[in-house]
């Protein structure tokens, strides 16, 4: 397989499907619930992940995709080639916003993350990494990350995750908190995870990640040397949920040793 | 005064600070630390603020200034026409993301607010009030805000404000995450307060903002049919720094009612 060959299909795909989200937004979106009450999906998102799983299934036939909204193949390995998808990663703010969304993207061959994409839609800005290849903002090749202290930090974090919740001790985020630059919540791990590689946030965590929200993402941050785990400092296996951190390296260390400590 | 030739003045003002800014972020910014650590201040807010001063007392040299960086007039009251301006509102924002901040200005005549900015720099968008005038995104009138639930809001809160804190009951602050869809914290209150202006969130509040980082939010706000208090349910003096929170009208009540509890 010629991977640029496949870096370009994949961002003519994901151009192609943004530009029909983008056309939608005139019309009236329909909106459940998932899960949980406050686990939104339109009808856009399902449309979204159905147009790129038929042209994915046309295209490359032997490939399998994992997507957010179940249209994909039942997948319980990363054998082979897997395109993880997540067709509107923000679903919240694309229904309350409509901005601050992304297509969030990973292809993945055995296992490891050769193509990753984060297309900030309504800003048109296309966020790409591939395997030892380097990450580029649309066509801006982007530098690697350096250290920074937790004192000058502005980690991206949700203020769910600073009281008490089911996942983490929430004292060590109270105590981040009162040390840190600053925290930010912008509500779409995707364009969370592009404000790290792009050195705009120092840090995100989050407790609970789906594959498909970080697949594209990790692909593109390892690139620009930032450092990806779980948070019990593992490595993500992409298969099931998971808590989730991406940081500037140095950093990451000192956030799971002294801050955030999973129950 | 004409109001007309004075809102003309105001915008062509802020479109050429932007432009100043813009440009300045191409050379490095000297960042210096205020009163606390993390509030910082650079050349380029006290830059802007000094531009602005200039201009108005040549301009208008009854008016008096009400600045964030303090080159302005020693302000005890609001007698006459005060300019109450930001130059850059989200410094942390500027030097971090170099996006995301927004030149706020106010004009108030005899504690009235008659004209309101938010210039969001980056994303080249005017935000724009007159008293009785309406609300404007660039040229387009932006409608009445309707009513909406606890339950379907999202709101902006930064997540300092929702654990022990000097300001609220940090109890009623976890109630609130419980029940809302969602949070949301972008590190500039103009850019917040033009997020509920234009229904992008429902609710934003604050436990500590000075004057002239929402005199001229106040202005739009109310344009809209927002409702804006400090958060004992009191009208905003602008002389001092107070909590804040900008809403959806009956949201407002509920969150103020039910959750927000200031100490």
Redesign the interface.
Known sequence: MDIHMLDTYAKSLIKNAAFDIKTSLSSELIIESKSE??D?VTNIDKETEQFFIEHIKTDFPGHRIFGEEGFGDDIKDLKGYVWLLDPIDGT?NFI????NFAISLGIYKDGIGILGYIYNVMEDTMLSGALNGGAYLDDMRLPKLQASSV?ES?IG????W???NRYVH?EG??NL?KIV???????SAAIEIS?VVT????AYTSMQLSPWDIAGGMVIAKEVGAIVTNLAFEHLELLDADSFIVSRPGLHEQLLTDYIKIK
Chains 1, 2 share one sequence.
Do not use: C, F
Request: charged content about 20%; proline content about 3%; aromatic content about 4%.
């Open positions: 009450a406050n939104l919240t309350h916003q409509k901005q004192e502005v974090i949700n203020a769910r600073v009281v008490p929430h985020m109270v908190l630059r600053g925290t930010r919540s912008l509500g404000y050195g705009k946030l120092d």
